[in-house]
């Protein structure tokens, strides 16, 4: 009986050509080694981001300060019958702060004024609710983006953290917080590659207190562009900030932070190679302030979003006709 | 108060030192792991941010970049780990700056075997052969036992020869 030898799987062959442990450093080597960022503008940005963490790290310690503070006259309130003189008198001396979310009451002083809490929404989201996902905040944006742009690629995430779960690393927690960005690559009628337009959302955040002033207030001001930064009359913080870059890339940033504790940073960034964002600053900011961002939305537009968007698939207007498609799963 | 400034001033500059000769080797870190140029910047943006924000910490760490790579291969892990409703397709931005020397072919290649393994595995010949970690330092990094990183690595290893079969040739004079 001819015996029939097996067929050499490929990756039979490669183990015998080599690529040995000692190859793999040189493979990785010739493939990046020569691979340059733009680093002046990623430091820049990085530094921005750090401060930012720090402020929001700052408020929440604040915050759990001002709570721990309340907690502890309530209680010495409680006991104070009960206490001996000398322990009386020490409560009295504490300032008075007026319950959380009472807002500023007379004799509050500034802590109390300061840690006032935005309004988070209901961890478990009763009803039809649900936390912002990513293709629905795709669809948000793709709604906003002008008539003369079409979008191809995106990439939506979402993170949303419930009561205790830590939403991030490096002490980024918060009791409920939604988190999600949505990206489309835009392109002229032509199919001309205009860039990219992005939308951060974060929700409850740190309340509007004096920090938000500071963070927006363009420092540091770009070395090659614009910023302005100041309050809205609806008791926003809005800066508005166009950089051009070395590569030749132009990018406008709205960043804005909502009275309700909800942040959109929406950035419009010209295509790789150079050219101009895709959209006007002047757009952008309307597009960052439009009401369509909202941190929790209807169930049933959730559903719809993550039916219309199919992954790995381009975004032109042929391929958003709705399909089956199982909502996107964790993991 | 003016004291403050001073110091906020000198963190900044000592920040920036720090990230203008680490960030390039931190972006092909991130580049290798993620295998998209725009989410790289963002990936190392992110872990100079965090670094930024706890720089009395970094600077006084045994090794600064040994900390900033570990937050960066958390910032990556973090990230994988979100609940990811879509991806761009892994290779739709690459090369967009090709830097002279390099090897578009091969990155496009690499990058595209490397997408296939799980991000930890990645995340461990990263690590092992592109950051020269030995087994025990890539375990306490990615909060992993020795043992688990040599089976995770010679299981990458083995993924990648088989992806990367079809080029080996031109890939390894």
Redesign the interface.
């Known amino acids: 009986m001819p015996s029939i030898a097996p067929e050499p799987?490929?990756?039979d062959?490669?183990?015998r050509?080599?690529?040995s442990?000692d190859?793999?450093?040189?493979?990785?080597e010739?493939?990046?080694?020569?691979?340059?960022?733009?680093?002046g503008a990623?430091?820049a940005?990085?530094?921005?981001?750090?401060?930012?963490?720090?402020l929001r790290?700052r408020a929440a310690v604040l915050g759990t300060v001002a709570a721990v503070a309340g907690l502890a006259v309530g209680a010495g309130l409680l006991l104070r019958p009960a206490m001996p003189g000398g322990a009386t008198a020490a409560v009295s001396a504490l300032p008075v702060l007026p319950p959380l979310g009472a807002g500023t009451a007379a004799g509050a002083g500034t802590v109390g004024a300061a840690v006032e809490p935005t309004p988070l929404p209901s961890p478990s989201y009763p009803g039809e609710k649900v936390a912002l996902?990513?293709?629905a905040a795709?669809m948000v944006l793709l709604s906003l983006l002008p008539a003369d742009l079409r979008a191809s690629?995106?990439?939506?995430?979402?993170?949303s953290a419930g009561q205790g779960e830590s939403a991030?690393?490096?002490g980024e927690r918060s009791a409920t917080r939604v988190v999600v960005v949505a990206r489309v690559r835009v392109r002229a009628a032509d199919g001309t590659d205009r860039g990219?337009i992005e939308v951060h959302l974060q929700s409850a955040l740190a309340p509007a207190v004096s920090a938000p002033a500071d963070a927006y207030g363009c420092t540091p001001r770009p070395k090659n562009g614009s910023c302005t930064g100041a309050p809205v009359p609806d008791g926003s913080f809005r800066q508005l900030r166009t950089d051009h870059r070395a590569?030749g890339v132009s990018e406008h940033t709205a960043d804005l932070l909502r009275a309700d504790g909800v942040r959109i940073i929406a950035t419009a960034t010209g295509p790789?190679?150079g050219g101009p964002a895709p959209i006007t600053l002047d757009r952008l900011a309307k597009l960052a302030q439009s009401p369509g961002w909202q941190p929790v939305i209807d169930r049933d537009a959730a559903v719809a979003a993550?039916a219309k968007?199919?992954?790995?698939q381009s975004l032109g207007s042929a391929t958003i006709a709705p399909t089956p498609s199982r909502p996107?799963?964790?993991? | 108060m003016v004291v403050g400034r001073r110091r906020a001033a000198e963190e900044?500059r000592e920040?920036?030192e720090f990230?203008?000769a680490r960030?390039?080797a931190l972006?092909?870190t991130a580049?290798?792991l993620c295998g998209d140029?725009?989410l790289?910047?963002d990936l190392?943006?992110?872990?100079?941010?965090?670094?930024?924000?706890?720089?009395g910490r970094v600077k006084n760490a045994e090794s600064p970049a040994a900390y900033a790579r570990a937050?960066l291969v958390?910032?990556y892990l973090?990230h994988r780990?979100?609940?990811?409703?879509?991806?761009?397709?892994v290779l739709?931005?690459l090369?967009?700056?090709p830097?002279?020397?390099?090897?578009p072919a091969?990155?496009v290649a690499?990058?595209a075997a490397l997408a296939q393994l799980p991000p930890k595995d990645r995340a461990v010949?990263?690590l092992r052969?592109?950051e020269?970690r030995s087994v025990e330092q890539t375990a306490t990094e990615l909060q992993l036992t020795p043992g688990t990183v040599r089976v995770r690595t010679l299981r990458a290893?083995?993924r990648?020869?088989?992806q990367?079969?079809?080029q080996?040739?031109t890939?390894?004079p």
């Open positions: 799987e490929p990756w062959a490669a183990e050509r080599g690529l442990e190859e793999v450093r040189p493979v990785f010739r493939a990046v080694g020569e691979a340059v960022p733009d680093l990623l430091i940005g990085a530094a921005e981001q750090g401060r930012a963490i720090r790290r996902t990513g293709p795709v690629e995106y990439a939506g995430q979402d993170e991030g690393q490096e990219w590569d790789a190679g993550a968007l199919r992954p790995y996107p799963s964790g993991g | 900044r920040f920036e990230a203008q960030g390039t972006f092909r580049l290798l140029w725009h790289a910047e190392t943006q992110t872990a100079l941010a965090r670094i930024y924000a706890s720089w937050v958390r910032c973090s780990r979100l609940r990811r409703s879509t991806e761009l397709p739709a931005d090369p967009e700056l830097a002279p020397d390099s090897d091969l990155r690499l990058l010949l990263v052969y592109w020269d290893l083995t990648l020869r088989r990367l079969a079809p080996l040739d890939l390894v």
